[in-house]
């Protein structure tokens, strides 16, 4: 059974602090890991990770997969309030279609 | 405007009733799934489907029920064997391995 592990379960910084936050998995046959961010409602997607050590960035945000140790690692630079969310992580197994097993989340709560 | 829409954002069931959660979308994609999240928790899987008139169960699929009869449109019917249907419910649809989520429907029990 494929499992995704995050953590901290919770996570309180002020605005412009660094945070990093934790995905651990064990899947058979891996093909990608995905980060996604949900404020209130719809988890908006972040990163598409498939390759180890190959770091992806968007603005403040970057992530990176290390599938030797399986784990991947979120980071958000100069946090901001608008970065306030919950963080999902989910992996993908080949020939499964797009099917995604998810982490329980951590929820990154950013005080001014 | 292109994306996934589902209706309504808040529904209430009686016991012993079923309903049925809309999910559409106009992205022409062919695969759409249905998530169910719990208060702190993760998403787990309840249906999918990857192709018109096909559907599969995920790993929560008891007291659920789907159809797929247009690309559109992939609806949820929480039955009354469902026993704690209160959650929050999550549609998606996907291409080139990303899945997109619509705003969700939260469902609770009168």
């Known amino acids: 059974e494929d499992k995704v592990v995050q953590s901290p379960l919770s996570l309180v910084v002020h605005e412009g602090d660094t945070v990093t936050l934790n995905c651990s998995y064990e899947?058979?046959?891996?093909?990608?890991l995905l980060w996604y961010k949900q404020e209130k409602k719809a988890p908006t997607f972040l990163f598409m990770l498939?390759?180890?050590?190959i770091e992806k960035k968007s603005g403040r945000l970057s992530s990176i997969l290390d599938k030797k140790e399986l784990f991947s690692i979120l980071n958000i630079t100069a946090t901001q309030t608008g970065d306030s969310a919950v963080y999902l992580c989910?992996?993908?197994?080949?020939?499964?279609?797009?099917?995604?097993?998810f982490g329980g989340g951590t929820r990154l709560m950013v005080k001014p | 405007d292109g994306g996934i829409t589902q209706s309504p954002k808040y529904l209430f069931r009686k016991e012993g009733q079923n309903v049925t959660l809309s999910c559409e979308q106009n992205?022409?994609?062919?695969?759409m799934y249905w998530y169910r999240q719990d208060p702190g928790q993760g998403l787990r899987l309840i249906y999918y489907?990857?192709?018109?008139?096909?559907?599969q169960k995920g790993d929560i699929a008891e007291g659920y029920s789907v159809s797929r009869e247009k690309k559109e449109s992939f609806p949820l019917t929480v039955t009354s064997a469902q026993k704690n249907p209160t959650a929050f419910y999550l549609c998606?649809?996907?291409?080139?391995?990303?899945?997109?989520f619509g705003a969700g429907t939260r469902l609770s029990v009168l």
């Open positions: 899947v058979t046959n891996f093909r990608s």
């Open positions: 498939t390759s180890s050590g």
């Open positions: 992205l022409n994609h062919d695969a």
């Open positions: 998606a649809s996907s291409i080139s391995n990303i899945q997109y």
């Open positions: 989910a992996v993908q197994r080949n020939n499964a279609g797009n099917m995604l097993t």
């Open positions: 489907s990857q192709i018109v008139n096909d559907f």
